[in-house]
């Protein structure tokens, strides 16, 4: 496992040098990536070129996101897999080798069961188009509070859906983006938790709750989720991949962009000591 830093999660919007500077302070290990400054970055310059600013840093992948619409017709689907080859080319070339596919969050025209029906299927096809440049696909959940738009049909996910759209996949470089506020909100969270596999997860969203489990807060802010416990669980199943804080309590966003890196880099850190013995992972 490592500290990764999402500056995307902050309404951080940068250049990828002063990205890996902010990571640097706030004593994180990895960090996701904009795929498409990075690919403007490797066509003006090179793909050594970003490697180097990663390794001048010492600064490694975390995950990128792929934009992807799942619900477009069999040609439309099809054709934006074609567009996405070039990004993960280059994914692979940098070794960031975990993306995050984003469920939608509904629909005008699919209900939420045909699209149950459809994304396995389809998560299959990407799956297989990536797993030939070593990527891994992670799913994820949109938040409620992301919810904006009236569908028409208006999809809900649990932790449990996800895992089991990822199962019928039936390909291993899928998994499920762990989300711990979400996963808080499931009653049967611990045995959820405990069915994992090492390659059933691909990222970890660490975020803490507010006492009426409605706001999100950094790690070990609050207390109010056993994260200690989660974190043993994914030492446990050998997990090795991004742990990531997540806030969305509105003060984090009024504070100056070094500030909310370190602030988020110190729970982060306390919530290692937290987890684990002397020996850390």
């Known amino acids: 496992m490592f500290k990764n830093l999402s500056l995307k999660s902050f309404n951080i919007n940068t250049g990828l040098r002063e990205s890996l500077r902010l990571a640097n302070l706030g ?37 990128w996101n792929l934009s992807s619409d799942i619900t477009l017709t069999d040609a439309g689907f099809t054709a934006n897999i074609d567009k996405l080859t070039s990004l993960v080319e280059i994914s692979e070339k940098i070794g ?11 629909s005008d025209t699919t209900s939420c069961e045909d699209f149950s029906k459809m994304f396995p ?23 409620k509070h992301k919810s904006v738009k009236p569908y028409q049909h208006i999809y809900r996910f649990t932790t449990s859906q996800i895992y089991s759209f990822c199962k019928e996949a ?7 983006v762990l989300d711990t506020f979400l996963l808080d909100q499931e009653s049967n ?15 970890v969203k660490a975020s ?33 991949g991004p742990i990531t804080p997540i806030s969305d309590e509105p003060r984090v966003f009024s504070f100056p962009n070094e500030i909310a890196v370190i602030l ?7 919530l290692w000591k937290d987890s684990f013995t002397k020996t850390e992972d």
């Open 27 to 63: 004593n994180f290990e990895g960090i996701d990536l904009n795929i498409l400054d990075v690919e403007a970055l490797c066509q003006t310059h090179s793909v050594n070129y970003v490697k180097g600013m990663l390794d001048s840093f010492n600064i490694k992948p975390g995950v």
């Open 170 to 176: 039936n390909i291993t470089n899928v998994g499920i």
């Open 264 to 270: 988020a880099g110190g729970y982060l850190t306390r």
């Open 121 to 143: 299927e389809r998560l299959n096809v990407l799956a297989k188009r990536f797993n030939e440049y070593n990527c891994s696909i992670g799913v994820e959940i949109v938040g």
């Open 208 to 240: 803490d709750s507010d006492n009426n489990k409605k706001i999100r807060n950094l790690p070990r802010q609050t207390n109010v989720i056993d994260l200690p416990f989660i974190m043993q669980t994914l030492r446990n199943i050998r997990y090795n």
């Open 189 to 203: 969270n611990q045995d959820i938790l405990q069915q994992f596999e090492t390659k059933d997860i691909i990222s």
């Open 96 to 106: 960031a080798n975990r993306c995050v596919l984003s469920l939608p969050v509904g």
